[in-house]
């Protein structure tokens, strides 16, 4: 994350979105995910204000820059620095300039984000974060179906994640097992979890590195 980075330009968005409908990419499946954690949604209190999901129209789009990027960056602060204790230094390093980074809307409002590292031998799930008032809507699975559609699209064989133990259920419900011992990333427990992909699943593929 750039050292100048400014959340205000993220609550901006954030804001704006409460009008403004993204380019449909990814509909919704029905899945639902794994509630991580609760907490109240502070950056920008007036858009939740009061809101209750009527609908779960879910899009996911693929980010590069702007206030897009900057969103999923405030997503993600709000996530695991705020409600998880993770430092800032931990959460922001040196692979976002080398990932894939995508946002969902829900109802045409920004709630979640997930980044993926391409590597040769997997595309690596990671920093997936919702809201925790879109949560069980949806959005976490249209995120990995998001993912697993841009790995599959650059020939890779799998997708690979740390994922929190607590979430483990959620990712187990879209197709993900469970690996090896359990292990600590940023003080929190987390195991390895796969998912071949549909062109590849005949074949075990390679173990990933982290």
Request: charged residues 25%.
């Amino acid at each position: 994350m750039p050292a100048e980075f400014d959340f205000r330009l993220a609550e901006l968005h954030l804001r704006e979105t409460r009008e403004r409908r993204p380019i449909a990419a990814h509909r919704l499946l029905g899945h639902h995910e794994h509630t991580l954690c609760s907490a109240n949604f502070d950056a920008a209190p007036a858009l939740w204000a009061e809101r209750t999901i009527v609908n779960t129209e879910v899009h996911v789009v693929q980010c590069t820059a702007g206030t897009e990027l900057a969103t999923c960056y405030e997503i993600r602060r709000v996530v695991f620095v705020d409600e998880q204790g993770v430092s800032r230094e931990e959460e922001f390093d040196d692979l976002d300039s080398a990932c894939l980074h995508f946002l969902a809307y829900l109802d045409g409002v920004a709630v979640g984000t997930a980044r993926m590292h391409p590597r040769l031998d997997a595309g690596k799930a990671q920093r997936v974060a919702v809201l925790v008032q879109a949560r069980r809507s949806g959005v976490g699975a249209e995120l990995m179906l998001a993912i697993e559609a841009e790995a599959q699209r650059r020939g890779l064989p799998q997708v690979v994640l740390h994922a929190q133990t607590s979430a483990i259920p959620f990712y187990e419900s879209i197709g993900y097992r469970a690996e090896g011992a359990e292990f600590s990333e940023a003080d929190i427990p987390h195991r390895l979890m796969r998912k071949a992909l549909a062109r590849h699943r005949s074949g075990a593929g390679p173990t990933p590195t982290a």
